[in-house]
């Protein structure tokens, strides 16, 4: 099949022939096939287009994860409408502004996030009960055939692959959110290239914990759109306990559990009977300290894979193995099979390797652009590639090294600091369980490196000392001229940094190193 032949629609299609009666979700006490799940698409797709949803309408998802987020988007995707991925976390203006910069025509809300609607203007709004006890309104829907989809929207295979299928808004680190706009071939190609990496089968069985309005969660469930595996959704109030519990009871082979999920695990039995049925596991990478998940790899006999994405190439570009982490614990390791990675200048003229730059990828997955944004799309795909905005290096092997976003570097006194080298140097004490650093407002260099650092429950560290042992392992205009010890630094959901928070903070005379 070629790559311009595929999309969600079509996996699901292929799902639904060949692994009819096999499980496609769990989401508590409901569980679907392949051929309930394909049903319900259906029913859910001519109800849409009753309603006067087509092709290229926008309807948004402000939905918690599991079946009815899947079968919406789904739904949409099978009669050409683009779907708005909406982030929960965000306040109600944040919201509003999404919605009214996609002009959505329709939202599916579940009862729980009514209250981020009421600044917005949504168009038709659909609240779809999360208990799925079958008299609700969407499960009135979905378990009501209409009969087929009429032409030209059978099966979605007149409508072309490459057409948009959904928007992740970008979390807008330099003014608003910026619409990424994904095209079903390019979600269908990522999900391909992530579960033949994985070496997925249908017996695969996904534990769901990423959200799906972020693109870890999307490609994940996507890959069970790939494979014929099975999706298992932990519920959103579901504790790291209940979660250990789901993954044990209904066999879970592959997750991407963050460390704040699976870390805590460690305290609660979680082989059980001499068993994990966890196989796969997917982390970070280029972190600088792999050894944090060797529990995993011996303890739970689990294969520890480290990657490194974007939302603008649906998801992971690159994997690395545990043991390659080892070897090289600032790789990103090698790229997914449909990506090719490359590093270039600012004039777009590649870089040999040990070369810094920016780290560029290409591939079927690439987004479409950027919705209603020719200026950003433009500076995002110049020169044939996408501009990743991330810092980088590859070496003889063709492996990737990240040193971080363009818009981090710290510039200090005419020279580049970048933020994951001086992290790297935490990373090394045990003392710190956690730390970054970022750039501050200097009269004297323009900017200067601070670090924040969390301890270790029980342990003690001052800034002299921490000092100290920086000394001789980096250059001392990258060392930290302020020191702020923390309880926990922001992350966002799939644990990375977010240095702009920490750059916001204010410096004191106090915190000097």
């Not at 769901?208 to 759109?225: D, T």
């Amino acid at each position: 099949m070629h790559s311009r032949d595929l999309s969600l629609d079509t996996l699901l299609a292929n799902c639904a022939q060949r692994h009819a009666h096999r499980l496609a979700t769990i989401d508590g006490s409901q569980r679907l096939t392949w051929e309930q799940l394909d049903t319900r698409v259906t029913n859910l797709a001519r109800w849409m287009l009753a309603r006067g949803i087509g092709p290229s309408d926008r309807i948004a998802i402000l939905m918690t994860d599991g079946a009815p987020f899947l079968t919406t988007l789904l739904a949409a995707a099978r009669i050409g409408a683009i779907s708005v991925l909406l982030n929960w976390r965000l306040a109600p203006a944040e919201i509003a502004w999404i919605l009214s910069n996609a002009e959505v025509a329709m939202t599916f809300v579940n009862p729980r996030f009514s209250s981020l609607l009421q600044e917005a203007e949504a168009g038709e709004v659909h609240q779809v009960d999360e208990s799925h006890a079958g008299d609700g309104f969407f499960e009135g829907v979905v378990g009501t055939t209409l009969g087929p989809i009429q032409q030209p929207y059978d099966l979605g295979l007149n409508l072309q692959p490459e057409r948009p299928l959904y928007m992740m808004y970008t979390s807008g680190t330099t003014g608003r959110p910026k619409g990424c706009l994904q095209a079903g071939s390019a979600v269908a190609a990522a999900a391909l290239g992530f579960a033949q990496h994985r070496r997925f089968t249908h017996e695969e069985v996904l534990l769901s914990v990423n959200p799906l309005f972020h693109v870890v969660g999307m490609q994940q469930v996507a890959a069970m759109l790939a494979c014929g595996g099975t999706s298992v959704f932990a519920a959103r109030d579901d504790d790291n306990a209940a979660i250990l519990e789901l993954l044990h009871r209904e066999g879970c082979t592959t997750t991407s559990a963050f460390p704040t999920i699976c870390f805590p695990w460690l305290g609660m039995n979680p082989v059980r009977d001499g068993r994990m049925p966890l196989t796969n596991y997917t982390g970070g990478a280029g972190m600088g300290r792999p050894q944090m998940y060797e529990f995993i790899e011996t303890d739970w006999d689990a294969r520890v894979v480290g990657g490194y994405g974007q939302t603008e190439i649906c998801g992971f570009a690159t994997f690395i193995d545990y043991a390659d982490m080892l070897e090289a614990p600032r790789s990103i390791g090698w790229t997914l099979p449909h990506v090719t990675m490359t590093v270039l200048d600012p004039d777009g003229h590649h870089l040999p390797p040990g070369e810094e730059g920016e780290l560029c990828l290409r591939g079927p997955s690439v987004m479409l652009g950027y919705w209603r944004n020719e200026e950003a799309s433009r500076a995002a795909l110049g020169h044939g590639w996408l501009r990743t905005g991330d810092l980088g290096t590859m070496d003889e092997r063709g492996r990737g090294y990240l040193l971080g976003r363009a818009k981090e570097l710290i510039k200090t006194g005419g020279e580049n600091v970048y933020p994951a080298e001086v992290d790297a140097i935490f990373a090394a004490m045990p003392e710190v369980a956690d730390a970054g650093c970022c750039g501050v407002p200097d009269r004297q260099w323009g900017e200067a490196v601070k670090a924040f650092v969390v301890l270790k429950p029980g342990q003690t560290l001052t800034r002299e000392e921490i000092t100290a042992r920086f000394k001789g392992q980096i250059a001392g205009y990258k060392r930290p001229r302020y020191i702020e010890f923390v309880d926990q630094l922001p992350r966002d959901p799939i644990g990375k940094l977010l240095r702009r928070e920490l750059s916001a903070r204010p410096v004191s005379p106090d915190q000097a190193a």
